[in-house]
């Protein structure tokens, strides 16, 4: 019997199906790794040897021989194919472990094969640990030990040794036919090497000895065959673990396991100067001045450059890019810059954008002994394959949660440099999560550099270690630096009324007066978006060309609706936005006043970047530009309204105010502002000052997250999922606001129920006649997506709304056509009533 020719890794509407050609795929992943690693070594400190790399591809050859089993093989054949006389033969094959209703998990099965196949080093312990944990299975949380392995499963496992020394012929045959084939297949010598240690090691007397030491409890069993417990945190581990898994994912995807490679960095600078049409540039003479080190902290104005800065600092690293950012408008903004077809800084097909709609499939693992979604497999495998990635944080920065799949995350971070951009938008929780993660990365050698305009106070403590760089130190021509842009007005009276959210009369009026200058174009920020629909609704009555902006509109809406702000900017038109606070981050707008609530310092001078960003000359004008409703005050204190007290703490918003109140009427620099922050910080609350309160509150999170761990993502899920939430997607408004057939059909597919993105390409071929992949249709997907709060699934009409799930995405029909059009024009919030969720964006 040809078992070369009969044994699967999957079923064989996949790639590679045969389980030798999985195998082998796998090795050639690692392979690759070892090429990308070798061929760029000079750029990272991080060391892997040889031997790590030969033992891994030991791992690799060994990972899936645990699917040499009965009830797996009969799994991944279809009904038809158990009719093949191929089946009839490797049913006889299997006859020993047929009796078995159920099998253990494949890859513990492979872990049994490891006690025979190779030593008992401490490397040998790690591999053989790495094979059992490729998948998830119990023995992520408890301590690993064969004892506890054989007696959890010992009918199993006791069956499954007979069948091995049973076949003992056969099996060592197909092992060694394996062997030789593969060793042909590659002129590397690492391979050659890696097989012949297999070779040397490879025992199957072994199985025979296991099985009579199970059969006579003896207590050595443990000793026999060990496996790897580390006694604290091992990333070292991590990494060799999370290179096994994603040469796994990346070979049953059929994708690469990695695409850095210095070229994407070539003409660089030229590229940058496309952009920015000057002849030198501050940021490449600033990177000339100071040292490199592994980790830097940016400091300078919003909108003079340092998106530029951090490219530069890249390419200087040589290593591949991953660029987080809080807010997804915003990085989507910065994925068009980085691949605009004109004058973008890199090739497109260079540059990948992950965000937290891509969550639940990037991180998905096997749940309930169900075989992972091949869709992804090759979310994962491709994306962490980039050159250059753009993503918000909880795809990178939730590896501190100790969640099993972080380590597919961490095996590239020796690999890569990383910016942190607009970092003043955590919250503590998140703050804590990130500084720990950041910890990880520079233990593994990682690169790190956090920029900012506003860099909290609070924050330097915890980044002691790091180059601070703060460009009025410098005394370059870095733009925006000395330029004199804001002039602060504060009213102290509430935009809105608190309960019924109407707008406060007075203040309506003093929005007129400021709105009557048609010569000018406004940005007005509230604090939370059912504020925003309310004054965009009144506004929309009385002046032409008004824009909404927020989180939880469609996403093509929302960039449809930043291209026609540009542009009618760009021509000399009038236009009123009215926006939360996603319009703080990174969004590359220049308004000439602002209408904005209270917030906190920092957030107010994010806020304020979007004023006066691109200008030559300083602000001279009598009228102030930046008009700032406070809120209701009583005998000197402020009171702020329910919606601002969830989003911001109280304490701060008062020291905001009173400090703002001494700078009235100035125009203010970006020294000035700076400033600000500072004396916001440095008032006191009780015996401490803010400063200190926020550093004692980050480092109690962070003693508790020294305890924390994760048993699977969902739980490190829970803990970003402010800002992951939930995501919906609504088919009939695809089918109505396109033109495109292909989009068309694509809506009517997952309205109608589709599962997987082969009948909707298949369908959309037999319809159209074009063939389309499906990135193509995950871009579509993600373009007509909303990202919803989580607390929105306690609302007792969304499960109304819900008729489906695909991919990741909530389903929602039964919409009628007002509540569709609604929500095309105002966003999600539009048809719900009003809630307590702290949700700002």
């Given at each position: 019997?040809?078992?070369?020719?009969?044994?699967?890794?999957?079923?064989?509407?996949?790639?590679?199906?045969?389980?030798?050609?999985?195998?082998?795929?796998?090795?050639?992943?690692?392979?690759?790794?070892?090429?990308?690693?070798?061929?760029?070594?000079?750029?990272?400190?991080?060391?892997?040897?040889?031997?790590?790399?030969?033992?891994?591809?030991?791992?690799?050859?060994?990972?899936?021989?645990?699917?040499?089993?009965?009830?797996?093989?009969?799994?991944?054949?279809?009904?038809?194919?158990?009719?093949?006389?191929?089946?009839?033969?490797?049913?006889?094959?299997?006859?020993?472990?047929?009796?078995?209703?159920?099998?253990?998990?494949?890859?513990?099965?492979?872990?049994?094969?490891?006690?025979?196949?190779?030593?008992?080093?401490?490397?040998?312990?790690?591999?053989?640990?790495?094979?059992?944990?490729?998948?998830?299975?119990?023995?992520?949380?408890?301590?690993?030990?064969?004892?506890?392995?054989?007696?959890?499963?010992?009918?199993?496992?006791?069956?499954?040794?007979?069948?091995?020394?049973?076949?003992?012929?056969?099996?060592?045959?197909?092992?060694?036919?394996?062997?030789?084939?593969?060793?042909?297949?590659?002129?590397?010598?690492?391979?050659?090497?890696?097989?012949?240690?297999?070779?040397?090691?490879?025992?199957?007397?072994?199985?025979?000895?296991?099985?009579?030491?199970?059969?006579?409890?003896?207590?050595?069993?443990?000793?026999?065959?060990?496996?790897?417990?580390?006694?604290?945190?091992?990333?070292?581990?991590?990494?060799?673990?999370?290179?096994?898994?994603?040469?796994?994912?990346?070979?049953?995807?059929?994708?690469?396991?990695?695409?850095?490679?210095?070229?994407?960095?070539?003409?660089?600078?030229?590229?940058?100067?496309?952009?920015?049409?000057?002849?030198?540039?501050?940021?490449?003479?600033?990177?000339?001045?100071?040292?490199?080190?592994?980790?830097?902290?940016?400091?300078?104005?919003?909108?003079?450059?340092?998106?530029?800065?951090?490219?530069?600092?890249?390419?200087?690293?040589?290593?591949?890019?991953?660029?987080?950012?809080?807010?997804?408008?915003?990085?989507?903004?910065?994925?068009?810059?980085?691949?605009?077809?004109?004058?973008?800084?890199?090739?497109?097909?260079?540059?990948?954008?992950?965000?937290?709609?891509?969550?639940?499939?990037?991180?998905?693992?096997?749940?309930?002994?169900?075989?992972?979604?091949?869709?992804?497999?090759?979310?994962?495998?491709?994306?962490?394959?980039?050159?250059?990635?753009?993503?918000?944080?909880?795809?990178?920065?939730?590896?501190?949660l100790n969640y099993y799949g972080s380590d597919k995350v961490i095996s590239a971070y020796p690999f890569s440099s990383f910016i942190i951009d607009e970092v003043q938008t955590y919250n503590e929780e998140m703050a804590a999560i990130i500084i720990k993660t950041v910890n990880i990365i520079k233990e593994l050698d990682g690169k790190v550099?956090?920029?900012?305009?506003?860099?909290?106070?609070?924050?330097?403590?915890?980044?002691?270690?790091?180059?601070?760089?703060?460009?009025?130190?410098?005394?370059?021509?870095?733009?925006?630096?000395?330029?004199?842009?804001?002039?602060?007005?504060?009213?102290?009276?509430?935009?809105?009324?608190?309960?019924?959210?109407?707008?406060?009369?007075?203040?309506?009026?003093?929005?007129?007066?400021?709105?009557?200058?048609?010569?000018?174009?406004?940005?007005?920020?509230?604090?939370?978006?059912?504020?925003?629909?309310?004054?965009?609704?009144k506004l929309n009555e009385d002046y032409p060309n008004v824009y909404l902006l927020h989180s939880r509109i469609l996403e093509i809406e929302k960039d449809r609706r930043l291209k026609e702000i540009r542009e009618k900017v760009e021509n000399g038109e009038q236009v009123i936005v009215v926006s939360t606070q996603i319009i703080e981050a990174?969004?590359?707008?220049?308004?000439?006043?602002?209408?904005?609530?209270?917030?906190?310092?920092?957030?107010?001078?994010?806020?304020?970047?979007?004023?006066?960003?691109?200008?030559?000359?300083?602000?001279?004008?009598?009228?102030?530009?930046?008009?700032?409703?406070?809120?209701?005050?009583?005998?000197?204190?402020?009171?702020?309204?329910?919606?601002?007290?969830?989003?911001?703490?109280?304490?701060?918003?008062?020291?905001?105010?009173?400090?703002?109140?001494?700078?009235?009427?100035?125009?203010?620099?970006?020294?000035?502002?700076?400033?600000?922050?500072?004396?916001?910080?440095?008032?006191?609350?009780?015996?401490?000052?803010?400063?200190?309160?926020?550093?004692?509150?980050?480092?109690?999170?962070?003693?508790?997250?020294?305890?924390?761990?994760?048993?699977?993502?969902?739980?490190?899920?829970?803990?970003?999922?402010?800002?992951?939430?939930?995501?919906?997607?609504?088919?009939?408004?695809?089918?109505?606001?396109?033109?495109?057939?292909?989009?068309?059909?694509?809506?009517?597919?997952?309205?109608?129920?589709?599962?997987?993105?082969?009948?909707?390409?298949?369908?959309?071929?037999?319809?159209?006649?074009?063939?389309?992949?499906?990135?193509?249709?995950?871009?579509?997907?993600?373009?007509?997506?909303?990202?919803?709060?989580?607390?929105?699934?306690?609302?007792?009409?969304?499960?109304?709304?819900?008729?489906?799930?695909?991919?990741?995405?909530?389903?929602?029909?039964?919409?009628?056509?007002?509540?569709?059009?609604?929500?095309?024009?105002?966003?999600?919030?539009?048809?719900?009533?009003?809630?307590?969720?702290?949700?700002?964006?």
């Amino acid at each position: 019997m040809e078992l070369m020719e009969l044994l699967r890794a999957k079923s064989s509407d996949q790639e590679n199906y045969l389980l030798k050609d999985h195998l082998e795929e796998t090795v050639n992943r690692i392979v690759e790794m070892y090429r990308f690693f070798d061929e760029n070594r000079g750029n990272f400190t991080y060391d892997l040897d040889r031997t790590l790399f030969e033992r891994l591809i030991v791992a690799a050859l060994i990972h899936d021989l645990g699917k040499i089993d009965y009830n797996f093989q009969r799994k991944v054949l279809k009904p038809e194919e158990r009719k093949d006389k191929d089946w009839i033969e490797l049913k006889e094959f299997f006859k020993p472990l047929r009796g078995l209703q159920r099998s253990p998990r494949h890859e513990i099965l492979s872990s049994i094969w490891s006690t025979f196949l190779v030593g008992n080093d401490k490397l040998d312990k790690k591999i053989r640990t790495a094979i059992l944990l490729h998948h998830y299975n119990e023995y992520f949380t408890v301590e690993r030990d064969l004892m506890e392995i054989v007696y959890n499963y010992e009918d199993q496992v006791n069956s499954y040794l007979e069948f091995i020394i049973e076949k003992r012929h056969l099996l060592e045959d197909f092992l060694i036919q394996l062997l030789e084939s593969i060793k042909r297949d590659f002129q590397e010598n690492i391979v050659s090497s890696a097989i012949d240690y297999l070779r040397k090691k490879m025992d199957f007397d072994k199985a025979k000895v296991l099985l009579r030491k199970i059969n006579r409890h003896d207590d050595d069993i443990s000793d026999f065959a060990g496996f790897y417990n580390p006694k604290a945190e091992d990333y070292d581990f991590l990494v060799l673990l999370g290179l096994l898994r994603r040469s796994d994912y990346s070979a049953s995807a059929n994708v690469p396991i990695e695409s850095y490679t210095p070229r994407i960095f070539v003409n660089i600078e030229d590229r940058l100067k496309k952009r920015i049409p000057v002849k030198k540039l501050w940021q490449k003479t600033l990177l000339d001045e100071i040292d490199l080190g592994d980790s830097l902290v940016l400091v300078a104005p919003t909108g003079s450059g340092k998106t530029e800065f951090a490219i530069l600092w890249a390419a200087k690293n040589n290593r591949k890019l991953m660029y987080t950012l809080p807010l997804r408008v915003a990085l989507n903004d910065l994925f068009i810059r980085f691949r605009n077809e004109e004058n973008g800084y890199f090739n497109a097909s260079n540059v990948d954008i992950l965000h937290s709609t891509a969550f639940i499939e990037y991180m998905d693992e096997e749940r309930k002994g169900k075989s992972i979604d091949l869709d992804k497999m090759l979310t994962s495998a491709r994306l962490l394959a980039s050159p250059v990635l753009l993503t918000t944080p909880d795809q990178v920065f939730l590896t501190s949660l100790n969640y099993y799949g972080s380590d597919k995350v961490i095996s590239a971070y020796p690999f890569s440099s990383f910016i942190i951009d607009e970092v003043q938008t955590y919250n503590e929780e998140m703050a804590a999560i990130i500084i720990k993660t950041v910890n990880i990365i520079k233990e593994l050698d990682g690169k790190v550099m956090i920029m900012t305009a506003t860099f909290p106070p609070y924050f330097k403590r915890f980044f002691k270690d790091f180059d601070f760089v703060d460009v009025k130190d410098y005394g370059l021509p870095v733009k925006n630096l000395n330029l004199k842009r804001h002039k602060i007005k504060v009213i102290d009276k509430p935009l809105f009324r608190d309960k019924e959210l109407k707008i406060h009369k007075e203040s309506e009026n003093e929005i007129k007066d400021v709105l009557e200058d048609q010569n000018k174009n406004f940005l007005i920020v509230v604090n939370n978006v059912k504020k925003a629909i309310q004054l965009y609704k009144k506004l929309n009555e009385d002046y032409p060309n008004v824009y909404l902006l927020h989180s939880r509109i469609l996403e093509i809406e929302k960039d449809r609706r930043l291209k026609e702000i540009r542009e009618k900017v760009e021509n000399g038109e009038q236009v009123i936005v009215v926006s939360t606070q996603i319009i703080e981050a990174s969004v590359d707008l220049d308004f000439d006043t602002m209408i904005t609530e209270i917030s906190t310092i920092d957030s107010q001078i994010q806020r304020w970047g979007r004023i006066y960003r691109n200008r030559e000359e300083d602000y001279q004008e009598h009228e102030p530009n930046i008009i700032i409703f406070t809120g209701k005050v009583e005998n000197g204190n402020l009171k702020i309204d329910n919606g601002t007290k969830r989003i911001y703490d109280q304490r701060v918003v008062e020291k905001t105010r009173e400090v703002l109140k001494e700078y009235e009427g100035e125009i203010l620099d970006y020294n000035s502002e700076r400033n600000l922050i500072l004396e916001v910080f440095k008032k006191k609350i009780g015996n401490s000052t803010l400063k200190e309160h926020y550093e004692n509150k980050i480092e109690d999170i962070l003693k508790d997250l020294e305890y924390f761990s994760v048993e699977k993502k969902s739980q490190a899920q829970l803990l970003f999922r402010r800002i992951a939430g939930v995501k919906i997607v609504i088919p009939d408004i695809i089918i109505q606001d396109s033109d495109n057939k292909i989009q068309k059909i694509f809506g009517k597919c997952i309205k109608e129920g589709a599962k997987t993105w082969k009948e909707i390409i298949e369908r959309i071929k037999e319809e159209t006649g074009k063939k389309v992949d499906m990135w193509t249709l995950k871009k579509l997907l993600y373009e007509y997506s909303i990202n919803m709060p989580v607390y929105y699934e306690e609302k007792s009409d969304f499960w109304d709304k819900t008729t489906g799930e695909f991919k990741g995405f909530y389903i929602w029909g039964n919409i009628n056509a007002d509540d569709l059009n609604a929500i095309k024009e105002l966003g999600l919030d539009s048809i719900f009533e009003s809630t307590n969720s702290p949700s700002i964006l």
